[in-house]
């Protein structure tokens, strides 16, 4: 069967359509997807107009799958073979930009990709969503971007590692460093706010606070640990919407020496006023979070290895699956806050 892929072929305009993906070149693998998240940046790309992707875009970068081709020639390469499980990470590091070359590999500026690889059925390049582009049959990404996952571990759950929880999670534990005993408080609480409360839980927070406008995501987020869902002082406030007035009730809601963590993507344009005596006089700290700033070689298989013992729960994550061609419903649920996550089996 030929293969499908949920393209974004002009502003507004996405469908499901025939693609052509080639075998994969030096350094890359050719994937089977076989379970993908439905996550929000994908809205993004739609409603900001390709988010800086060149059209046409093949949507989708949360996923996971079983490796079909190995291309020749990297180190990473070799040790993947055709039928591993993996998960797809959308950051990994280059290794000689200049963040990478001065030992910061979480602030990659040039992840590697596989261009080239994804067509239209007309043969127009297609641009895969962050260089993995899940929302298909099959995609071809850079070894390095193919993290090998645990039998024990279902497809549907490992898929969430490679956006939502990785973002979340590693928001807490890299990008913020919370201590054993903090006070932590999460604003929108999606998938992504759920996994920054997963994360708090790990790392020891004395009290999670979840705030959210939507009474049912407060009740969710009790059950993945969640102790308030009252706004109160606090060491650290991850802002997972990236608007104004959550920026704003962020900065209101840290304590002396506290800690804000942008996290979410804002639309276009949006600003925010800051009182510049008081950031002073509250000796705020103010983080971007650009995905958890994970590297997905590196952090996967700790996600991976604690979903199997329990420490994360990922399957209660997962409200809904569906096939590849219900995608439209899936990110209409997602805007309408109906699930955490809905999985696509392509
Ligand atoms: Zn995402
Ligand atoms: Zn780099």
Redesign the pocket.
């Known amino acids: 069967m030929a293969d499908q892929g949920v393209v974004l072929s002009a502003p507004g305009e996405v469908a499901l359509e025939e693609i052509e993906v080639d075998a994969p070149g030096p350094g890359e693998v050719l994937v089977r997807i076989d379970a993908t998240g439905v996550c929000h940046s994908d809205l993004h790309v739609i409603d900001e107009g390709g988010w800086h992707h060149s059209y046409p875009v093949l949507l989708g970068h949360e996923g996971a799958g079983t490796v079909v081709a190995v291309g020749e020639g990297s180190d990473v390469a070799v040790q993947l073979h055709q039928g591993d499980r993996v998960v797809l990470g959308w950051k990994t590091?280059?290794?000689?930009?200049s963040?990478?070359r001065r030992g910061e590999?979480r602030q990659?500026?040039?992840?590697p990709a596989a261009p080239g690889r994804l067509h239209r059925a007309d043969g127009a390049e297609l641009t895969p969503v962050l260089r993995t582009g899940t929302f298909a049959t099959h995609t071809v990404v850079p070894a390095v971007a193919a993290v090998k996952i645990p039998d024990e571990l279902p497809t549907e759950q490992a898929c969430l590692i490679g956006c939502a929880v990785a973002t979340g999670v590693m928001s807490v534990l890299e990008t913020a460093k919370v201590w054993e005993g903090a006070r932590v408080a999460v604003i929108g609480c999606g998938a992504v706010g759920i996994s920054v409360i997963q994360g708090a839980r790990i790392a020891g927070a004395s009290e999670i606070r979840a705030l959210d406008l939507d009474e049912r995501k407060l009740e969710q987020a009790r059950r993945f640990g969640a102790t308030h869902t009252k706004p109160g002082p606090v060491d650290f406030v991850f802002d997972v919407v990236g608007r104004r007035s959550t920026f704003e009730q962020s900065l209101e809601l840290i304590a002396t020496g506290g800690t804000v963590v942008l996290i979410g993507l804002s639309p276009e344009g949006e600003t925010v006023e800051i009182g510049l005596p008081e950031l002073f006089a509250r000796r705020a700290r103010i983080l971007v979070s650009h995905g958890g700033d994970h590297v997905a070689q590196e952090d996967f298989p700790r996600l991976a290895q604690w979903a199997v013992e329990g420490k994360l729960d990922l399957a209660g994550m997962v409200t809904r699956t569906a096939p590849l061609e219900a995608w439209d419903d899936a990110l209409h649920a997602m805007r309408d806050g109906d699930v955490i996550r809905t999985v696509l089996t392509p």
């Open positions: 590091a280059c290794g000689q930009c963040q990478c590999p990659c500026k040039k992840p």
